[in-house]
């Protein structure tokens, strides 16, 4: 799926976004698995329900937990060194975010990923990112698009380097930067759990 946007001038250059949100196979990149937690850096904040909600969520999107996973509290509660209480509502929130789910009388469990529910996120997502950057569009100031300029030149360069670490963060700040000028909280807060649960998919599939 790919859509077209076009953009003020700026530097004597006409801006076009080309966005494309899609199946992304492992043509590029032969195969090799890069996963986010090459991308995030943790630190342990006062609240521990928020530690361990990272620690867990971070785990899930680049698989060291993996789809199907059943999660013990006792066993995550021993290794984090921690209570059971800041696990159990990590859980929670991580339910929410659907990367958990709760079985009655069995467990809590790492949710899979289906064919289904990827067109089902692609498809909300290019509903909802068409609309954020066409608001973003007009939010734009010099120096975001001397930004876009900097990160499409970044991921043209990796791919001819065949660099993914680089090319995958420069396509999730090309992203992020427009969903923020989109200047919608709410908006934002739902793309990025969109972006957790389809780069997780991203993620197996490379």
């Given at each position: 799926m790919i859509y077209y946007i076009s953009v003020k001038t700026y530097d004597d250059k006409?801006?076009?976004?080309?966005?494309?949100?899609?199946?992304?196979?492992?043509?590029?990149?032969?195969?090799?698995?890069?996963?986010?937690?090459?991308y995030i850096q943790l630190e342990k904040p006062i609240g521990l329900t928020d530690w361990a909600y990272q620690r867990l969520k971070t785990a899930i999107l680049n698989?060291?937990?993996?789809?199907?996973?059943?999660?013990?509290?006792?066993?995550?509660?021993?290794?984090?060194?921690?209570?059971?209480?800041p696990i159990r509502e990590a859980f929670l929130q991580l339910e929410k975010d659907g990367l958990v789910e709760s079985i009655p009388r069995?467990?809590?469990?790492?949710?899979?990923?289906?064919?289904?529910?990827?067109?089902?996120?692609?498809?909300?997502?290019?509903?909802?990112?068409?609309?954020?950057?066409?608001?973003?569009?007009?939010?734009?100031?010099?120096?975001?698009?001397q930004e876009i300029d900097r990160l499409m030149q970044t991921g043209s360069l990796c791919v001819l380097?065949?660099?993914?670490?680089k090319y995958l963060q420069a396509e999730i700040d090309f992203h992020a930067l427009l969903i923020e000028r989109s200047r919608n909280k709410r908006l934002i807060s739902i793309m990025e759990s969109l972006q957790d649960l389809t780069l997780r998919w991203r993620t197996l599939s490379l």
């Open positions: 006409s801006y076009i976004f080309m966005v494309h949100i899609g199946l992304y196979k492992d043509q590029l990149f032969n195969n090799r698995v890069y996963t986010l937690s090459h698989l060291s937990l993996a789809p199907g996973t059943q999660l013990h509290i006792d066993d995550i509660a021993t290794e984090l060194n921690i209570s059971r209480t069995v467990g809590y469990f790492v949710t899979d990923i289906t064919r289904d529910d990827l067109e089902e996120l692609y498809d909300i997502r290019e509903l909802l990112e068409s609309r954020a950057i066409e608001v973003a569009v007009n939010n734009l100031r010099e120096d975001d698009l380097e065949k660099d993914a670490d």
